[in-house]
């Protein structure tokens, strides 16, 4: 499923793109029913240059994961970096300003604005930071994703999996230092899943994009390098380089697990 290139893409994977040291997430108050754990104590690290998959069974605490590394969401304790910046120090302008500029987001729902074209969907985040929009890098950023002929559509004219295309696109046009994906393939078939996670596959071997994936998918994990399991809001091992079956089969440990 997955080809490396050696020599660069090596010494990328040295440098962590993300890194989690202890982090704690409570929702609510007080103890017993009244306060809830979402992550107790996660400690990760993201290399750069690499495709991790975050799973886990329902309410293992993956989203919150995933909203605590991007800067979406503040840990209750520990430590969040991207690159060499503390998250967990920023104010709320500041940690919206890293967001737009050093971190891209695919969700399971598109989010397009269904008003606006493909090419202009495509320019919002430069526009919302209030930079110029070349439209040479526009187009390039659709030509990236396989839409380089639909930079005129609106989401209506657009199938799903072109729609995603599209958020992927928006999300690449910053050139993140991270890209998280939440459920990217969730709304679509099997077929255009496998698209969009062929993309995803091939941005991190040709251009060495980091992606960090959240899924339920056995299927769409196996495309990761990597995939780290959760359970009860903490780590629970993770497989490199596995097979569909074979996460599939791990997964059915964690169901199984006690609680």
Do not use: W
């Amino acid at each position: 499923m997955r080809t490396h290139a050696t020599g660069t893409i090596d010494a990328l994977k040295t440098i962590n793109a993300v890194e989690l040291h202890d982090v704690h997430r409570e929702f609510g108050t007080g103890t017993g029913t009244g306060k809830v754990t979402a992550l107790d104590g996660v400690s990760l690290a993201f290399p750069r240059g690499t495709f991790t998959a975050v799973m886990g069974p329902s309410g293992s605490g993956k989203s919150t994961l995933l909203q605590c590394a991007a800067g979406l969401d503040r840990p209750t304790a520990g430590s969040v970096r991207l690159g060499g910046t503390e998250l967990t120090a920023l104010t709320e302008r500041r940690l919206t300003l890293l967001r737009r500029e050093r971190i891209g987001f695919v969700f399971q729902s598109f989010n397009l604005l269904p008003s606006l074209t493909a090419a202009q969907n495509v320019a919002l985040p430069l526009r919302l930071a209030g930079r110029r929009v070349p439209k040479p890098q526009v187009r390039e950023a659709l030509h990236r994703v396989g839409l380089g002929a639909r930079t005129h559509h609106r989401p209506a004219e657009l199938s799903g999996g072109q729609q995603q295309r599209v958020a992927l696109a928006r999300a690449l046009i910053t050139r993140p230092e991270v890209l998280f994906a939440d459920e990217p393939t969730g709304a679509l078939d099997t077929r255009t899943g496998k698209d969009v996670l062929t993309l995803l596959r091939t941005l991190t071997d040709t251009e060495h994009h980091t992606i960090v994936m959240v899924t339920h998918d056995p299927l769409a994990a196996s495309y990761a390098d990597r995939v780290v399991f959760l359970v009860d809001g903490a780590v629970s091992g993770e497989l490199t380089g596995a097979s569909a079956p074979e996460i599939a089969h791990h997964m059915t440990t964690l169901e199984a697990a006690p609680c």
